[in-house]
């Protein structure tokens, strides 16, 4: 079994700082593209950031220059540093993870973690 396991989700106050962390566990021997999406209430989920296994990031141009994406590969875990929080940044976060389980490669999300920003 593959999961991944998201912790760092809060509530703040605007202006703020949260950070997520996201680790990946099971029977997977190699993970390429790692990254967070957001959603909300009644609407789709959206990319937020992310990273690839040589460290190369992709950022939505909401959170550019406040966000940070980064990754340790020994350790399967991606981190999202969220500075100068906004009341829009508000949703669910979830962790994506592209990995090698077997012979087959597979998208993996976690369970997602809650960030509250109020103004």
């Known amino acids: 079994q593959v999961q991944l396991v998201e912790s760092g989700g809060g509530s703040v106050q605007a202006g703020g700082s949260l950070r997520l962390s996201c680790q990946a566990s099971?029977?997977?021997?190699?993970?390429?593209?790692m990254g967070w999406h957001r959603q909300v209430p009644g609407k789709q989920r959206v990319l937020v950031s992310t990273?690839?296994?040589?460290?190369?990031?992709n950022y939505a141009d909401s959170v550019k220059d406040r966000f940070s994406i980064s990754r340790d590969n020994a350790k399967n875990t991606v981190y999202l540093q969220m500075n100068a929080l906004k009341p829009e940044d508000t949703g669910v976060y979830y962790c994506?993870?592209?990995?090698?389980?077997?012979?087959?490669?597979?998208?993996?999300w976690g369970q997602g973690t809650q960030v509250t920003v109020s103004s």
């Open positions: 994506n993870a592209r990995g090698l389980v077997g012979l087959r490669w597979v998208d993996i």
């Open positions: 990273i690839t296994n040589s460290g190369s990031t």
């Open positions: 099971g029977r997977i021997s190699v993970i390429s593209t």
